[in-house]
């Protein structure tokens, strides 16, 4: 029995000190972690809307977005979209005009299947900007649908519908405070 | 939450997302373990008893403990010594209550701990249900029902690979091919077959 | 001589994923790509080194009996200290790897050096020993994955090798992965048995 509780002791303060050791690398890295995220997001922005000169976060209903302002004018949103995807959450941002007309699509993270699902962000060779995504430019958010007017990638159908009724939810979910 | 989600991660874990043959968790004892049919189910009912209880107790104490006390970052640490300690204990408790099982299941269970199925479920369950730090609806019992599909999904892998191998001992492999390597060759096709379920739509 | 043979088993005669056949779940995972393959051979390296130092200068002090679960601990502090830098410093690469950097605690191959060696020798060799077990984890990952991005992607580390040879996919699925290891082992089996033949004739 004594022997039990000098063997507990010793993984006890081994793991007090592991515990301190991970509290003192959480620390130096989180700014670091946070930065990063940052910037991602600060990127994606300006490239979905890159006529806005400043961006006025704000949150309706869980739903995370920003007001795309040029010279203090509304000129659209970007959102944050979260869709479930084949591995994993996707985590997309989205920037739409105020009539919910689609500017843009970038994706932040996403843990779909390397050379299937990790389609939805492939960069044909001679292009700028993921095939996929692009055609989701100039419709409406609120309708959008695989088959009616988004071709899903081949072998990738599940993360193909993830991603647009992720957007087709969000947007119109979206729109509808908006326009209240 | 309706009843088709709860059946669709089910599915997914056991077919579709194979933990063997899609995502390489718990590889190891897959190809060690599977040279007969007795050991490998036993093994693999094992490995579903530790996963469903260890993705049980992983979420307990991730969404109760380290979650409200913003300690996310010790994940790794203590779902390893939850499943280190969980695993120990079973082992006492069926070595004294029930002999026989013991016999069957005993030693199995002290090479699951380091069984990258266990941890890697635990760790995909905090990934798939908890969004920024939140549990999403129903997430408990996802995690449970990951856990059980992971189980069940590994056992599956094993009996079919076991299966074949039996089988495989009157064949006559080019010598450089035997034991191992025609094993991950066989686990290839199979990979390939499984492939197939991907389509499913659910 | 000795500590550069410490160095070197690693490499070939001991090498975890041909010949001792450890730590195959990461290997086969994130072999997608050179990058990856590359990113995981060195995380599981310096965790490799780390605990390996730590392990073998607290050797004296852990009794025997629940020396496993202070391995454990020690192990899974590595792990969690790269995967905090990683995310810090190199967010795309945690991103491609994912939960298999977690899943390094248990990579058979960094408690099976614990166990195995660093109990029982001093820090110096037992860090020797670990870096040459980390650098042929990582090469031979870097060889598999090096095969399956060639194949199923037609590119190496990124750059596209050839526009007329359009990459069957299955070589970067899951499939893929299997086969590649499986026909690299016996290729090694092949060659190292014919080495044989020669010195018994």
């Known amino acids: 029995m004594k022997q039990t509780v000098k063997f507990g002791l010793i993984l006890g303060f081994i793991c007090l000190i592991a515990t301190f050791i991970l509290a003192f690398t959480h620390e130096i890295t989180k700014p670091k972690i946070e930065e990063q995220i940052r910037r991602e997001e600060e990127a994606a922005l ?79 060779k001679g292009d700028s900007s993921p095939y996929f995504l692009r055609q989701f430019v100039g419709k409406r958010g609120d309708s959008l649908a695989i088959r009616k007017n988004i071709d899903a990638i081949t072998g990738a159908t599940i993360s193909s519908k993830a991603v647009t009724d992720a957007i087709q939810k969000t947007v119109s979910e979206f729109l509808q405070k908006v326009k209240r | 939450m309706d009843i088709s989600a709860f059946a669709a991660i089910l599915i997914s874990t056991v077919f579709i997302n194979n933990f063997i043959l899609s995502r390489f968790l718990g590889l190891c004892p897959f190809i060690g373990v599977s040279k007969e049919t007795g050991p490998a189910v036993s093994m693999g009912l094992a490995v579903t008893f530790v996963t469903t209880t260890a993705s049980i107790l992983t979420w307990f104490i991730y969404d109760l403990i380290l979650i409200p006390l913003h300690l996310e970052y010790l994940r790794t640490l203590s779902f390893i010594l939850t499943i280190a300690f969980f695993v120990q204990f079973a082992e006492i408790v069926i070595q004294k209550k029930m002999p026989s099982l013991y016999k069957a299941f005993g030693i199995y269970l002290t090479l699951i701990t380091t069984n990258c199925a266990v941890l890697g479920v635990t760790v995909l369950n905090t990934d798939m249900f908890f969004l920024k730090y939140k549990a999403v609806a129903g997430s408990f019992l996802m995690s449970a029902l990951q856990g059980l599909g992971a189980g069940a999904g590994f056992t599956l892998a094993m009996l079919l690979m076991s299966g074949i191998r039996e089988r495989l001992e009157y064949a006559e492999v080019p010598r450089c091919f035997r034991d191992v390597p025609i094993t991950f060759i066989i686990a290839s096709l199979m990979s390939m077959a499984f492939l197939g379920f991907s389509g499913f739509k659910i | 001589m000795k500590t550069s043979s410490e160095l070197i088993k690693g490499l070939w005669n001991e090498n975890p994923t041909f010949k001792m056949m450890l730590g195959l779940c990461p290997t086969l995972a994130v072999s997608t790509s050179v990058v990856n393959g590359l990113g995981m051979g060195v995380a599981a390296t310096f965790v490799l080194a780390g605990s390996s130092v730590i392990v073998s200068m607290v050797r004296h002090i852990i009794p025997e009996k629940v020396r496993i679960p202070c391995y454990i601990v020690i192990i899974a502090t590595f792990v969690t200290i790269i995967e905090l830098l990683m995310k810090a410093y190199m967010p795309l690469l945690s991103r491609a790897l994912g939960m298999y950097v977690p899943l390094i605690v248990v990579n058979c191959i960094v408690l099976g050096r614990a166990e195995a060696f660093a109990s029982k020798a001093a820090p110096v060799v037992s860090a020797i020993d670990a870096l040459g077990m980390g650098m042929g984890f990582t090469w031979a990952l870097c060889l598999i994955s090096a095969i399956r991005e060639a194949l199923g992607n037609g590119t190496i580390l990124g750059f596209g090798i050839s526009d007329y040879f359009s990459p069957p996919l299955f070589m970067i699925l899951a499939p893929g992965a299997l086969l590649t290891i499986g026909v690299l082992i016996a290729a090694i089996n092949h060659f190292s048995a014919r080495k044989d033949d020669k010195r018994w004739t």
């Not at chain 1, 400043?54 to 203090?72: K, V």
């Not at chain 1, 084949?86 to 005009?97: A, L, T």
């Not at chain 1, 689609?102 to 990790?118: A, C, F, M």
């Open chain 1, 46 to 124: 300006k490239a979905i809307l890159p006529e806005a000169d400043y961006f006025r976060p704000g949150e309706a209903d869980g739903i995370e977005y920003f007001e795309g302002l040029r010279q203090s004018e509304l000129i659209g949103y970007c959102l944050k979209v979260t869709g479930s995807g084949y591995g994993g959450y996707i985590h997309m941002m989205v920037g739409i005009d105020p009539s919910g007309v689609i500017k843009g699509v970038r994706i932040l993270e996403h843990h779909e299947t390397p050379g299937l699902g990790s389609k939805i962000d492939e960069i044909r």
